[in-house]
């Protein structure tokens, strides 16, 4: 068997030991939006690792390593169970109080899509692994195979990477929401979008 053969496993049944290797990944691919609470990754992985939803969670894995994850929630899940009091302790008062209420938003969406929609967050490669098909490999083989009838996505309107590939997988934009403050975010729009291509009833 070749050793850099690139596996898509669920992250349920990868056991604990890959928590921390799944919360790395997850800095890696948002550090700019993380930094904010601290410029040191291995701080901001000790923090996120054990809010990290396992059964949400699926993990591109080669020799070994874990080079990616993709989370889909749903209604009856979250991908990160944010933890206020841990975020204190780890980031002080003021930053982690910013932080949870930012956060407790993009992490609650799935719960407003209809049952037996997956929404797919937290599409990350480890920086080594970038621009190598990971980021490709987890959603099609996450929209082959997790247990949804359809599926939906956000992403910011100035993330073309992303939106080429999603894009190539079959997404079709439904609609655009002029983003709070995004002059101070950095992006304007937030674009909505559904998966297969056949408009649906989401308001």
Sequence with gaps: ???????????????????????????????RELSFLSPDRDRLADAFAPMINPDAFWLAVRNGAVVGILACSDRTKQAI????????????FLKSSIAYRVMKGEFEKGKWY??????????ATSSAARRQGVASALLRFVLQHAPYRRYALDLMDTNTEARRLYDKMGFVESKRVR?????????????????????????
């Design 1 to 31: 068997m070749n050793a850099d053969v690139l596996e898509i496993r669920p992250m349920s049944g990868c056991g604990e030991s890959v928590r921390r290797e799944a919360a790395l990944v997850f800095v890696d691919g948002f550090y």
């Design 81 to 92: 169970r944010l933890d206020r009091e841990r975020m204190r302790k780890s980031f002080g």
């Design 114 to 123: 209809p049952e037996g929609t997956g929404y797919i967050e937290c599409v």
């Design 179 to 203: 983003e709070p403050f995004g002059r101070i975010k950095g992006f304007k729009e937030r674009v909505f979008m559904e998966w297969p291509g056949g408009k649906s009833d989401w308001k």
